[in-house]
């Protein structure tokens, strides 16, 4: 744990046994509670009922095991338990909790069946509850997907209030009033006579009932946080340069790492001379690890001053040496490659004359958050601690575990707040390798940074995907569309290589966001290619979905001209979900859809289901004499209910950029099997004098709900496209979109 730190004796801990091991959303639930992670070594007086709310003489702090990586999910889970708690956001801490099953992601389940989002009958909920049960029992405690909202909606909720109707319990027992006479109100339990009595003051008495799980969440009416605008828990501290992050980690006797890896990543080390380094001021050790060598020295930038003097002589790499090649694997597999799998094939394509043809490309990406990997271990003979940023506590105790011979419950990772991510902290090498130097010296603290230029070199990118795309037209509109995506597998490199879970079947992510978006497209089949293995390559912001909104959209955009049909109307004729026609209704209103413009502008729309989220988004641009100028943007999107509008903006619009930046600036190639891109210099993301003015809305027409951290990612790509094409005559087939155009 970490801002809890040691639970102390007169400790408090509620949260939903009814819900710990069962599943929001109402489909599916199970009957026994995971083990609470708390219990182990309470010492007496202590009491742990409940993973998520714990009360001391020091106060209250709630459990928010999502990782926060930025986009507020601390908030965002602090705000569901104190909604039900009674509890202001100005009176709790926080803290993400320890390694546990008890923390499970109960949404993982929504993205990895066999059935589109849209689908809410009998068997596909039955397939969700079954893949969650398996999530369960694997103790899948992760961060992505979108998911932090959905999973934790109802059940944080729940915790609240059954911590709230405990201590309720107690404090009827402590007065002898019945417990139906008694309100809550900011931490404390209100007596018929105005008298206040804390929940501090109550956690002795409340540790001896047992929880009282029969409760009822308040109606919407009633909310006093959710859907309202919110201050972030850690506002003051990011505004005042006092938040913790990895990087920011010190301890008492603690040394300084630096590493280099082979570029050619996954190579070997052939031979080193670390003579000169080792005389270097400051300079403690040069450990070989795993790829590659780390230096040790008293302070950071001396270890990175002598890594870089060491002489390497490198092995080659295990993946084709030149960005030709990666691309050349690609068409050679859409030519006679294996297919992974064709989740749609509707109507006959193979009898249906195609008029229209495109390849679109789309290249490795690195995350490139502003934090840089780090991590700090210390290896003793009784326990191993980890402080770092990461998504994936439990699978990095478990790796930790293995290379040290530590029991894995004597494996203590503690998860700090993180400077971005965007995927790149579902990755833990950074802690294999910090704990390979730990292990070499037991007894004292490593801290393991990379350099900027290590970073991106090493990092293991979005992967490089073609798409080959056939359809028809007739009498205005669109009648057939077949698409085969050919990529690299995620799931055989992220998983399966780093994590060792081989995991059998198809690799669903390469063919996100293209077999289940909602279009009754008469004549529809999707196919998915996977590659050989090319360059590593693992989970980025929005994953399968980023590359394939833009070959989905784009290509449907040329389609539908193609027809000469309206790109929002042919949209509408075509949609088949309710929730997702009201996106793209409400987006053409926002921008006026259909309006004249002046001259030289031009616009384009695209909508994307991911992760279960409907976004429509409309961008606006000027053909300037000096290059393309992007104005405005319009987004909607659907989630069910917006917990709190002001991250949920900022969320939207950051997306967009995030977006737009990689689209038009951003890629990482290799010529000679390593990553030609070192820094943000030759990584662009957007410029602020090319960021447009961005318009959000967001809707609530459903009755479940879903993220929005990475929907409005997938859109953006292919409505910059269009608008491109509709004022240049030409459509951008490849990003990034700079190789090619203009941009000021």
């Not at 994936?392 to 993180?418: C, F, K, N, W």
């Not at 971005?420 to 037991?442: N, W």
């Not at 695209?606 to 992007?630: D, K, M, R």
């Amino acid at each position: 744990m970490g801002s809890a730190g040691t639970i102390a004796r007169r400790t408090f801990i509620v949260g939903s046994v009814a819900i710990l091991g069962g599943v929001a959303f109402g489909y599916y639930q199970y009957k026994r509670p995971a083990k609470n992670p708390l219990l182990d070594g309470l010492t007496d007086g202590t009491a742990a009922l409940t993973p998520y709310v714990l009360i001391n003489a020091e106060g209250i702090t709630l459990i928010t095991p999502r990782a926060d990586m930025g986009q507020g999910t601390y908030s965002v889970q602090a705000a569901l338990i104190a909604e039900e708690l009674d509890v202001e956001l100005d009176q709790i801490q926080v803290d993400p909790g320890p390694p546990s099953k008890a923390y499970y992601n109960t949404a993982l389940a929504n993205d990895a069946v066999p059935f589109p989002s849209t689908d809410q009958s009998a068997a596909a909920k039955v397939m969700r509850g079954t893949v969650d049960a398996v999530m369960k029992f694997m103790g899948m405690q992760l961060t992505g997907g979108s998911t932090t909202v959905p999973d934790g909606y109802e059940k944080l909720r729940v915790a609240g209030a059954v911590a709230r109707e405990t201590l309720k319990a107690a404090a009827a027992q402590q007065s002898g009033l019945d417990i139906s006479q008694l309100k809550t109100q900011r931490g404390s339990v209100v007596l018929p006579n105005g008298k206040r009595i804390s929940y501090q003051a109550l956690a002795t008495t409340a540790a001896q009932i047992d929880p009282i799980t029969d409760v009822t969440l308040r109606p919407s009416t009633q909310w006093r946080l959710v859907g309202k605008p919110m201050q972030r828990v850690d506002m003051i501290a990011k505004s005042t340069g006092t938040q913790t992050y990895g990087i920011d980690v010190r301890m008492e006797g603690m040394v300084h790492a630096a590493i280099r890896l082979n570029p050619r990543k996954g190579g070997e080390v052939v031979s080193y001379d670390a003579a000169t380094a080792k005389t270097m001021r400051g300079v403690q050790h040069v450990i070989p690890v795993t790829g590659g060598i780390g230096v040790i020295a008293n302070n950071t930038w001396r270890a990175f001053q002598a890594a870089d003097a060491i002489e390497i002589e490198w092995g080659a790499a295990p993946y084709p040496a030149s960005q030709d090649d990666h691309w050349q694997a690609l068409a050679d597999t859409l030519k006679g490659g294996s297919q992974d799998a064709q989740p749609r094939d509707d109507g006959d394509v193979d009898s249906i004359p195609m008029t229209v043809e495109a390849e679109y490309r789309a290249p490795y990406l690195a995350h490139a958050p502003l934090e840089p990997l780090n991590a700090t271990v210390l290896v003793t003979d009784s326990r191993v601690d980890v402080w770092t940023g990461n998504q994936i506590p439990r699978m990095t105790q478990a790796s930790v575990a293995s290379m040290t011979g530590v029991p894995v419950e004597d494996v203590y990772v503690h998860i700090l707040m993180m400077g971005g991510s965007f995927g790149h902290r579902l990755e833990d090498e950074v802690v294999k390798r910090c704990t390979e130097l730990a292990i070499a010296l037991p007894g004292t603290p490593v801290k393991l940074t990379y350099k900027r230029e290590e970073d991106t070199a090493q990092d293991y990118t979005r992967p490089i995907a073609m798409m080959r795309g056939r359809g028809a037209v007739e009498d205005g509109r669109v009648t057939a569309i077949e698409i085969r995506v050919a990529s690299p597998s995620i799931l055989d490199s992220q998983m399966g290589e780093r994590q060792g879970l081989g995991l059998p079947g198809p690799d669903s992510t390469i063919t996100q966001a293209l077999w289940d978006q909602p279009y009754a497209i008469p004549h529809y089949r999707v196919t998915g290619y996977r590659a050989p293995k090319l360059g590593p390559v693992s989970s980025w912001r929005s994953v399968g979905a980023s590359q394939n909104g833009f070959f989905h959209e784009n290509f449907l955009n040329q389609l539908i001209h193609a027809a000469g049909a309206d790109p929002v109307e042919e949209r509408l004729r075509l949609m088949t979900d309710i929730p997702s026609r009201k996106v793209l209704e409400a987006v053409a209103e926002m921008s006026g859809w259909g309006g004249s413009l002046d001259g030289n502008k031009a616009r384009g729309v695209a909508f994307s289901l991911s992760f279960g989220t409907p976004v429509a988004e409309v961008i606006e641009i000027s053909n300037t004499e000096n290059g393309i100028e992007l104005d405005k943007v319009w987004v909607a999107a659907e989630v069910g209910r917006v917990v709190d509008p002001v991250n949920f903006e900022n969320l939207v619009q950051g997306g967009v950029i995030w977006a737009l930046g990689h689209a038009i600036n951003s890629q990482i190639t290799y010529a000679d099997g390593i990553v030609e891109q070192e820094n943000f210099f030759d990584f662009e993301g957007l410029r602020n004098s090319q960021t447009p003015e961005i318009f959000v809305r967001g809707l609530e027409n459903r009755d479940h709900v879903t993220g929005i951290g990475e929907p409005p990612v997938p859109p953006a790509a292919p409505a910059l496209a269009e608008a491109i094409f509709q004022a240049t005559g030409e459509r951008p087939t490849e990003m990034p979109f700079a190789n090619r155009f203009t941009f000021v």
